[in-house]
């Protein structure tokens, strides 16, 4: 068994929706998560969360699968990019004093580590998502474990099929057709 899942697709879905749980040491969120096949062993991930207080970000997350036992259950890693509105805590280092600052607009750079499982149209999974701060925070990094619940709107098999017609439907306008090879063909002589 473990010989054949080497072989297959690193996931079982073309697209889902859902939503996604995130915990930090600053903040708890509730965000929606969309994932979207755009090769064969590679998704896009947008996520929105808030806090509904203090922070709300935005992340677009490239990431790679690969089945771990099955093309329904497999681990992925990627990265992305992220920007939103979070607070901060600024230290002075002369005074001790620390300072909380809110609404900071924020950009950044994620990594992204996980596993997934997909049950019944369902796609759940658990990740760990750091974030490396560009613009807009004090703190350099902060890291975040996401609990993720994705209902599955296109299956693997179903966008494969789209895949396959397309690719036919190119190969098919490529062709020449028989009478103008033959028509070449005595042409030349």
């Known amino acids: 068994m473990l010989g054949w899942s080497a072989l297959s697709y ?12 995130g915990s930090n040491d600053f903040s708890r969120t ?10 064969r062993h590679t998704t896009l991930e947008g996520i929105i969360q808030s806090d509904f207080s203090r922070n709300t970000t935005s992340h677009l997350l490239l990431r ?5 036992i099955s093309k329904r259950f497999n681990y992925y890693y990627g990265a992305g990019f992220s920007f939103g ?7 002075n280092r002369v005074t001790r004093e620390i300072t909380h600052t809110y609404a900071n607009p924020t950009t950044g750079v994620d990594l992204v580590v996980g596993v997934e499982a997909t049950v019944l149209g369902t796609v759940v999974s658990l990740d760990y998502k750091p974030n490396f701060n560009m613009a807009g925070r004090e703190e350099f990094a902060r890291g975040q474990v996401g609990v993720s619940a994705r209902w599955v709107l296109v299956t693997g098999k179903e966008q494969d099929k789209k895949w396959r017609k397309k690719q ?22």
Do not use: C, M, W
């Open 85 to 91: 509105y979070e607070e901060s805590f600024v230290k």
């Open 168 to 189: 036919r439907a190119k190969r098919k306008a490529a062709r020449e057709p028989i009478g103008d090879r033959i028509r070449g063909v005595f042409q030349r002589n």
């Open 30 to 39: 509730v965000g929606i998560s969309a994932t979207q096949r755009v090769l």
């Open 10 to 21: 690193g996931q079982r879905y073309g697209s889902a929706v859902g939503l996604r749980l």
């Open 64 to 68: 790679n699968h690969k089945p771990l």
